[in-house]
């Protein structure tokens, strides 16, 4: 029997979110048919980046701290704040363990749009059909643990880098699909049944919903791995329904190929909130250079979680 967490327990998800992007990290762009024959199954290292160790996070990670650190230092959401950190990130190698080695393309043209440009925070993210890669998804999950968040903050904190009305329900419905596994003692299928109900409701005259259909009508007996936020979502939410522990779910969601950190990265996340941080493998967190700043943000996060 699982534990359940009725309020905050932010090092679950957010350690499953870093270790499911660690094991992501080495062999991230290899394609579903070679890891078929030489599966993840351990954390490895020196992989698609030659130089990176065993234990690495990627920007996945980095966004998601520097999300964190934005939110519980300003004890608010403060949109500039939170680009400022991201160009610390980008630019200086801030929330990383080493050195900055990855960012999409809608991400550091969002950021060199605010930087350059002197364009607002909220009117630095792109809205093109292109323009819905994951990189907002991959790190919206701190959202999940503040008690009122409403939607409108959620798609603000997307369009910061992707602000195409399809990356911002994306990024609605994980964070639904997170809160309720934080609130409810419920089977994954029903936590995700729930938040679509509310999604499909709140945005019922958007034409954008069409493309959520296939989560929708749970029709996720094949899916694809790619930098595209449909996919990816699609990804973690098969994952953890064809898995029974956390371990499973973000080794296979990994092992999907192409953009394995983070479609690794967004499965950890619910895994680590579901099975609880017990349930993550001591090996990999052992692994994992800056673990301890992780869990002192995770707790300085959850102290104002709970003051809010």
Same mark, same amino acid.
């Given at each position: 029997?699982?534990?359940?967490?009725?309020?905050?327990? #932010?090092?679950?998800?957010?350690?499953?979110?870093?270790?499911?992007?660690?094991?992501?990290?080495? #062999?991230?762009?290899?394609?579903?048919?070679?890891?078929?024959?030489?599966? #993840?199954?351990?954390?490895?290292?020196?992989?698609?980046?030659?130089? #990176?160790?065993?234990?690495?996070?990627?920007? %996945?990670?980095?966004?998601?701290?520097?999300?964190?650190?934005?939110?519980? %230092?300003?004890?608010?959401?403060?949109?500039? %704040?939170?680009? @400022?950190?991201? $160009?610390?990130?980008?630019?200086?190698?801030?929330?990383?363990? +080493?050195?900055?080695? +990855?960012?999409?393309?809608?991400?550091?043209?969002? $950021?060199? @749009?605010?930087?350059?440009?002197?364009?607002?925070?909220?009117? *630095?993210?792109? @809205?093109?059909?292109?323009?819905?890669?994951?990189?907002?998804?991959?790190?919206?999950?701190?959202?999940?643990?503040?008690?009122?968040?409403?939607?409108?903050?959620?798609?603000?904190?997307?369009? $910061?880098?992707?602000?195409?009305?399809?990356?911002?329900?994306?990024?609605? $419905?994980?964070?639904?699909?997170?809160?309720?596994?934080?609130?409810?003692?419920?089977?994954?299928?029903?936590?995700?049944?729930?938040?679509?109900?509310?999604?499909?409701?709140?945005?019922?005259?958007?034409?954008?919903?069409?493309?959520?259909?296939?989560?929708?009508? +749970?029709?996720?007996?094949?899916?694809? *791995?790619?930098?595209?936020?449909?996919?990816?979502?699609?990804?973690?939410?098969?994952?953890?329904?064809?898995?029974?522990?956390?371990?499973?779910?973000?080794?296979?969601?990994?092992?999907?190929?192409?953009?394995? +950190?983070?479609?690794?990265?967004?499965?950890?996340?619910?895994?680590?909130?579901?099975?609880?941080?017990?349930?993550?493998?001591?090996?990999?967190?052992?692994?994992?250079?800056?673990?301890?700043?992780?869990?002192?943000?995770?707790?300085?996060?959850?102290?104002?979680? %709970?003051? *809010?």
């Amino acid at each position: 029997m699982r534990r359940i967490y009725i309020f905050m327990k #932010v090092k679950d998800g957010i350690c499953g979110f870093v270790i499911g992007d660690a094991l992501g990290v080495p #062999v991230e762009f290899k394609p579903k048919e070679v890891l078929e024959k030489d599966p #993840v199954k351990d954390m490895r290292g020196y992989g698609t980046y030659e130089d #990176v160790p065993p234990g690495s996070w990627s920007d %996945d990670t980095s966004m998601t701290l520097a999300t964190m650190a934005s939110i519980a %230092d300003r004890k608010s959401i403060d949109y500039d %704040d939170i680009m @400022n950190e991201f $160009l610390q990130w980008y630019e200086n190698g801030k929330y990383t363990q +080493d050195k900055r080695f +990855d960012i999409g393309i809608t991400t550091r043209n969002a $950021l060199e @749009n605010y930087r350059y440009n002197d364009t607002p925070a909220l009117k *630095s993210g792109f @809205n093109g059909e292109r323009d819905n890669g994951n990189g907002s998804l991959m790190r919206i999950l701190p959202l999940a643990y503040l008690k009122d968040v409403d939607y409108e903050t959620i798609e603000n904190i997307s369009s $910061l880098t992707h602000a195409h009305k399809r990356s911002k329900i994306a990024c609605v $419905l994980y964070v639904e699909i997170a809160k309720s596994m934080l609130e409810n003692d419920l089977e994954i299928r029903k936590h995700v049944e729930n938040s679509c109900k509310k999604i499909k409701e709140h945005y019922k005259d958007s034409q954008e919903l069409s493309k959520f259909e296939r989560i929708f009508n +749970d029709d996720l007996d094949y899916v694809k *791995s790619s930098g595209y936020v449909i996919n990816t979502l699609e990804c973690a939410i098969h994952c953890m329904q064809t898995t029974s522990n956390y371990r499973d779910a973000v080794l296979k969601a990994v092992n999907l190929g192409a953009d394995t +950190d983070t479609t690794g990265a967004i499965c950890g996340g619910l895994a680590g909130i579901y099975y609880g941080f017990d349930a993550i493998p001591v090996d990999w967190l052992e692994q994992i250079d800056q673990l301890d700043y992780v869990l002192e943000l995770c707790e300085k996060y959850e102290a104002f979680c %709970d003051e *809010s």
